[in-house]
């Protein structure tokens, strides 16, 4: 047994690594009398064939999503590691403007799966087969988290005019004297809330992922990692007893040897203010073109990622609400880098160009993958941009109103 097909096994069983013995996976009819539960790998898996690819076992597993009932010749842990590897990337070419694989190329869509954490399921199926008790109904942990994009939108040359032009003339000047009256600058509401959610679960973790890019393109504005500015944000990010993780820039979501260095420029700019940056990312846009781009992080010495989501649509990404050590699909090696599935994005919510669910629609789906997440023991990740509370828009109380729902 190689050292994945081990670990999908043990993840199948929500980790219960005793219980290894009882499971075996093999043809042999010989081999299968010592076991409580055989289950049979598929002859296009390249999990235990290494001659055949991804694109041979493609159809297998379309066929095993659509049919959702599994059986004891479904098999599952090739299944689950063609979904958690992401190997479904290398079979489909598809992707928008932005290099993405978004949730209208994947498999997922076909059946309107997304909102199904199926391994979640698969592993509930294999512990009742084993006899073996069912993990708890909770959520393991609650990330709230944060990209930010922007501190502000108008203490800018650029942004000044720009909101000059819209007749803000007024809230231009209010900016220029006090940052807390730029209308991006939502910190202080948001560490008010977000504080709240962590004093009722103690299971609730806050991230602020913060850019250290070029500035440049779709990476403008770059704030200064410097100044006054910045260590008022660094005041409230403490403040809410949050980590900082690296906003790694949009043109890094392709070009992965941009990592390291955007790493090294915040690291040195936190280090400078006695403030320390986790070893955890989120690429802009939710910018990851290639499997080569996860390889590269995890050189940089990044151990947790939080990209993976879809863009266009809410839901689990990866089949599951569980974090999962990263297997690249292309040497079939299990990694050190661990993927936290993102469960809930702002604008994937509220955008016209993808999900453009009024708020009590947005709530009810939110409600849905929430209690998902809870029914299959998860860790439940959401993004909302400091930005968006700013905005005419229904986020400023539908966050709220989800963090009471996950509080009770």
Request: glycine share 4%; proline share 4%.
């Amino acid at each position: 047994m190689t050292e994945t097909i081990k670990y999908l096994l043990t993840f199948l069983l929500y980790g219960n690594e005793q219980a290894l013995p009882l499971i075996g996976y093999t043809s042999n009819p010989e081999e299968a009398k010592n076991y409580k539960l055989v289950i049979r790998p598929s002859e296009n898996s390249p999990l235990v064939h290494p001659e055949k690819t991804w694109e041979a076992f493609y159809q297998e597993v379309r066929q095993v999503l659509h049919q959702r009932a599994i059986t004891q010749d479904t098999d599952i842990v090739s299944v689950a590691g063609f979904l958690l590897s992401r190997a479904e990337e290398t079979v489909i070419t598809a992707r928008d403007s932005h290099g993405r694989f978004l949730a209208a190329h994947s498999l997922l869509s076909e059946g309107n799966l997304l909102s199904i954490p199926l391994i979640d399921e698969y592993s509930r199926w294999l512990l009742k087969r084993l006899e073996l008790p069912l993990p708890e109904q909770r959520i393991t942990a609650v990330n709230l988290t944060h990209d930010v994009d922007t501190i502000e939108f108008y203490r800018h040359l650029r942004g000044a005019i720009g909101g000059i032009m819209r007749g803000k003339i007024h809230d231009v000047i209010a900016a220029w004297k006090d940052i807390e009256d730029d209308p991006a600058f939502t910190f202080p509401w948001m560490c008010n809330i977000d504080s709240k959610c962590k004093k009722y679960n103690s299971n609730t973790n806050i991230i602020y992922f913060l850019k250290a890019s070029d500035g440049k393109k779709l990476d403008y504005p770059q704030y200064p990692l410097h100044g006054k500015d910045f260590e008022h944000l660094i005041h409230y990010i403490k403040k809410s007893n949050a980590v900082i993780g690296l906003h790694t820039s949009y043109a890094a979501g392709a070009e992965g040897n941009r990592i390291r260095p955007e790493f090294e420029t915040l690291n040195n700019a936190l280090t400078s203010i006695n403030c320390r940056l986790s070893t955890s990312n989120r690429h802009h846009w939710l910018r990851s073109v290639s499997i080569d781009n996860m390889q590269q992080l995890a050189a940089a010495g990044i151990t947790d990622d939080y990209t993976i989501g879809f863009a266009d649509k809410a839901g689990f990404r990866l089949c599951t609400s569980r974090p999962v050590r990263w297997i690249n699909p292309k040497t079939l090696k299990l990694t050190n880098l661990t993927l936290h599935p993102l469960t809930i994005m702002d604008c994937t919510l509220s955008n016209t160009n993808y999900m453009n669910l009024n708020e009590e629609e947005a709530f009810y789906l939110c409600q849905q993958l929430i209690d998902k997440t809870r029914q299959n023991s998860g860790e439940l990740t959401l993004l909302w941009h400091n930005s968006v509370f700013s905005q005419d828009s229904y986020h400023k109380s539908l966050y709220p109103a989800l963090l009471d729902y996950i509080n009770s």
